[in-house]
Structure formats: structure tokens, C-alpha cells
């Protein structure tokens, strides 16, 4: 799969001294990994937001260190935020090798629409927005598609038993996870339908007075 590139340098600020670097357009991260000692690095902001938002947490990115020969493969686990602002605060970024299977939680991408929701006679409703896989990190994939107009009827649902998955990822989700499904529009709004429908045909019949007087007028 496709790998994007992303340059960072050694970072020799730590603690609470890194509210100078984001002040400063930097981003505070580390990298660790099964075979990786954590190791405190430092990022441009701008380039680094550019490349989560193409990436998210589950596809390689090719991090090169300054100091360093070769580029390292990462994945970005865990993406810290500021509750208000949404601006980045910390990445923790886990380096794989290509030999041994990792676990990653990949994005679920919904196509098309079911027949009830276009028709007007169900609601959909959607259980999972991530599935858990574990493969090697060269069989990782940006997303997995889940095809909902494969729901044809209320009450119709997709499981993770359900999905068309690439060969190479092992599902760890429960084969029985409901991802979507079309329930039954509500009780009360199928009567508020039915009340609305009511008024609009009163409200254009006409009133009993005004039949009384269209009578006199035809037997004049």
C-alpha cells in the first residue's frame, strides 16, 4: 500500500517545556515499537497535520530522522488533541517491521443506500465506525467499504460476517457485530404522518355552513 513521507528531528525538550515548542510550530511525538527503545522526536506542525489527515492511524508513513540513513515505518496509534481548539498536542508513533503482524483499527467506508431509507420506510442505523484487524503491515488498508444498499428490507442488517474483507487481514471483531441496519420508523412519527395528513384533508374540505349556502344557491 502507499506509504507517505514525513521528516522529523530528535527532540531534546521534554516535560512541560513543550508548550515552547508548539508555540513555536512544532509538535511534540515519540516513536516505540517491539524492537524500539521510545525515543522523544519533533515535528512541523503543518506537515504533520497534512500527512494525519491522509493517513489517519492506519496506513505507513515513511518517517525520516535527520540523523538517520534510512526512513522508519510508522504507524501514528495515538493522536492527542486539545479538547477545544482541536490543535495537535502529542503523536505517539508505533515503528513496525515488515515480518510481524500488528494490530490496527481500521476505517469503515459506507457506499450506496438502502431501499427502505430511499423509499421512506426505514432508518438507518450504524453500529461499527472502525474494525479491528491484524495482518502484516504490508497487507494494511486505508479503509474497508460496506455496501448498504445491500439492505433491502427493514429490519435488514450487515455483520462483520458480512463484509468483503481483502485476503491477509485476520478479524479480530466479532463476526456477529452488527454494522448497519435498517429499523422501522418510529410509532410516533408514522402517526404525526397520519395526524398531518388528517388536518391538510379537513383543513381543504369545505365548511358546513358553506355547503349549506352552495345548496340554497343550486336549488335557486
Same mark, same amino acid.
Given at each position: 500500500m502507499e506509504q507517505i513521507a514525513l521528516t522529523a528531528?530528535? !527532540? *531534546?525538550?521534554?516535560?512541560?517545556?513543550?508548550?515552547?515548542? !508548539? !508555540?513555536?510550530?512544532?509538535?511534540?511525538?515519540i516513536i516505540y515499537g517491539h524492537r524500539t527503545k521510545p525515543m522523544a522526536i519533533e515535528l512541523e506542525e503543518r506537515a504533520l497535520e497534512t500527512v494525519l489527515a491522509r493517513v489517519g492511524r492506519s496506513q505507513l508513513v515513511r518517517l525520516q530522522m535527520e540523523a538517520d540513513d534510512e526512513p522508519r515505518l510508522v504507524l501514528a496509534k495515538e493522536i492527542q488533541r486539545d479538547?477545544?481548539?482541536? *490543535?495537535?498536542?502529542?503523536?505517539?508513533?508505533?515503528?513496525?517491521?515488515?515480518?510481524?503482524?500488528?494490530?490496527?483499527?481500521?476505517?469503515l467506508s459506507f457506499i450506496g443506500q438502502p431501499l427502505p431509507v430511499v423509499e421512506g420506510t426505514?432508518?438507518?442505523? !450504524?453500529?461499527?465506525?472502525t474494525l479491528t484487524?491484524?495482518?502484516?503491515?504490508? *497487507?494494511?488498508?486505508?479503509?474497508?467499504?460496506v455496501d448498504l444498499s445491500k439492505l433491502a428490507e427493514v429490519h435488514?442488517?450487515?455483520?462483520?460476517?458480512?463484509?468483503?474483507?481483502?485476503?491477509?487481514?485476520?478479524?479480530?471483531?466479532g463476526e456477529t457485530t452488527v454494522v448497519a441496519q435498517v429499523l422501522?420508523?418510529?410509532?410516533?412519527?408514522?402517526?404525526?404522518?397520519?395526524?398531518?395528513?388528517?388536518?391538510?384533508v379537513a383543513a381543504a374540505a369545505p365548511a358546513p355552513e358553506e355547503e349549506k349556502e352552495e345548496e340554497e344557491r343550486e336549488e335557486g
Open positions: 528531528r530528535w !527532540r *531534546s525538550v521534554l516535560g512541560k517545556q513543550v508548550k515552547q515548542l !508548539r !508555540r513555536q510550530g512544532l509538535i511534540p511525538a479538547a477545544i481548539t482541536r *490543535s495537535l498536542l502529542h503523536v505517539d508513533f508505533q515503528e513496525v517491521v515488515m515480518d510481524e503482524a500488528i494490530m490496527v483499527e481500521v476505517p426505514g432508518l438507518l442505523s !450504524r453500529g461499527l465506525g484487524i491484524r495482518c502484516l503491515p504490508g *497487507s494494511l488498508v486505508h479503509e474497508i467499504q435488514d442488517a450487515i455483520t462483520v460476517a458480512d463484509l468483503e474483507v481483502p485476503p491477509g487481514l485476520e478479524i479480530l471483531t422501522p420508523l418510529a410509532e410516533e412519527e408514522v402517526e404525526e404522518e397520519a395526524v398531518v395528513e388528517e388536518e391538510a
